[in-house]
């Protein structure tokens, strides 16, 4: 199953990264969890997603809950990869370079790949505090092989 992921969010506080917290509820309220599982992949993920980056962001569950809406309406993932087509096999390079395109001003440099065994299993995109690109750290192939498997329609 395809769908949205928020994570990896960092606090950063006088320019410093926050190492761990301390503060926020370690799992959501399930009124947070059904808004969320309208645009994101699955509730276990969701679920972890909010206690290992989310509570430590510095976000409420509700500013949380926001911010992952807004990143999933901005980003479109390209028909070519949709639950609905065939399984494709690819490359990274091609797989950043479609969903660069299918996003108004996504700099391809922002993009990373990530794969379990020879499946794609993410497309990451960095962003700042103020959600504007910046260069990802990780490279363009991430983890994965030369040929790329992405799942379509069992």
Known sequence: MQGFVLRDLIR?????SLEGCTTGAVSLSP??????????????????SWRIYGRCSGLSEV?????????????????????????????????LATVASANHKLPVDALSTHCRRSYLESVDIRFDDRFNYVRSSAPPDGNCKAAIRVRGKP
């Open 12 to 16: 950063v506080v006088d320019g410093k």
């Open 31 to 48: 009124e947070i969890l059904t808004q969320m599982l309208q645009f994101t992949k699955n509730a276990p993920e969701t679920r972890a």
């Open 63 to 95: 500013d949380y809950a926001a911010y992952t809406e807004l990143v999933d309406r901005r980003i479109w993932w390209p028909q070519a990869y949709s639950p609905d087509a065939p399984d494709v096999e690819t490359t990274a390079q091609d797989i």
